[in-house]
């Protein structure tokens, strides 16, 4: 069976912290994608990596960084939370041709305080 | 660019009727693909049907079948004999060969009234 973890549901962070959102594919897909999802405005792409140590910017980058050191593993960083980045979170792999499925996680809902 | 876009934020349907969300996109690539994904309330992302753009033949799978209007660059999806499980957030989206962003649209919500 397919899966994408996300290290956590619920995430509280204060304003200014650092913080890490791991995601895991066990499918050995090439192609791994973080979003954020609000109501209203849907999932937006924040980055996207198709290989290790590669990485491309989304729509929304400003104020997140990526880490692809290993093909399963696909982090989300937030250098500095702001309130504007209480979100939900979403990561998603899919395999290296583009019309496949896209596995998701569970999502992070994160509470910048 | 490549834009999805979801005109209905929230629609509601009765129980073994049909309903249609609607989606139009925009890319500028000769080859994409088209999905339709659902988002029931535990959160958990599904697919339910995929169109290839090269394909003139609509996409079915059981109850779900898409109407896909490549000149229109519309691409809708209907459902028949609705069923209370349908009930979910439901996003149209896009990928492409040349570039792999897999872009989202805003969401329509959909409720299957009993």
């Known amino acids: 069976d397919v899966k994408v973890t996300q290290s956590s549901r619920y995430l509280v962070k204060r304003t200014g912290e650092k913080v890490f959102l791991e995601c895991v594919q066990d499918m050995d897909h090439e192609n791994m994608f973080w979003y954020r999802q609000d109501p209203g405005l849907g999932l937006r792409l924040i980055y996207f990596s198709y290989d290790v140590k590669m990485k491309e910017k989304g729509d929304i980058p400003e104020g997140y960084s990526v880490s692809r050191e290993k093909k399963e593993r696909f982090s989300l960083i937030l250098e500095s939370a702001s309130t504007n980045q209480t979100s939900m979170y979403l990561c998603a792999s899919i395999t290296g041709t583009p019309n496949t499925e896209a596995f998701f996680g569970q999502g992070t809902r994160l509470t910048v305080v | 660019a490549q834009t999805v876009t979801q005109s209905q934020p929230e629609m509601s349907v009765q129980e073994a009727e049909t309903v249609t969300l609607s989606c139009t996109y925009d890319?500028?690539?000769?080859?994409?693909?088209l999905f339709w994904y659902k988002q029931p309330p535990s959160r958990q992302m599904i697919l339910v049907i995929r169109?290839?753009?090269?394909?003139?033949q609509n996409a079915t799978e059981n109850r779900f079948s898409v109407n896909f209007q490549k000149a229109a660059k519309s691409f809708s999806l209907k459902i028949s004999d609705s069923q209370l499980g349908d009930t979910a957030m439901y996003f149209c989206a896009s990928s492409t060969s040349g570039t792999y962003k897999y872009i989202f649209g805003t969401g329509t919500r959909l409720k299957v009234l009993a």
């Open positions: 890319t500028s690539e000769n080859n994409y693909y």
């Open positions: 169109q290839e753009a090269y394909k003139q």
